[in-house]
């Protein structure tokens, strides 16, 4: 009977950890939004703009942490895609 051997060069991955690498990313994003509404208190435009962002996130059933998620994740999808177009021409 012919043996298989398999070598990694890298060690395999081990999903277990994708929780805690996925815990810690949500913590840290938590914290950082956490922070944002904290600091606020002292800026009117960014208070007003978070009392909008709750209220869209609250006419679209979703948390406030998933709205601030929605939005970065938008814009950083354009300003890739801005990035890509000028480097076409």
């Not at 081990?14 to 600091?39: G, N, P, T």
């Not at 800026?43 to 970065?72: R, S």
Request: with cysteine; hydrophobic share 40%; aromatic share 16%.
């Amino acid at each position: 009977m012919a043996c298989l051997s398999i070598y990694f060069e890298y060690p395999t991955y081990d999903h277990r950890l994708k929780c805690v690498f996925m815990l810690e990313s949500h913590a840290f994003f938590s914290k950082m939004v956490d922070e944002l509404v904290e600091f606020s208190e002292y800026d009117p435009e960014l208070a007003d703009g978070i009392k909008w962002l709750d209220d869209q996130a609250q006419k679209k059933g979703i948390t406030f942490y998933d709205m601030i998620f929605e939005v970065l994740y938008k814009h950083d999808v354009n300003s890739k895609a801005k990035e890509w177009l000028s480097t076409r021409n």
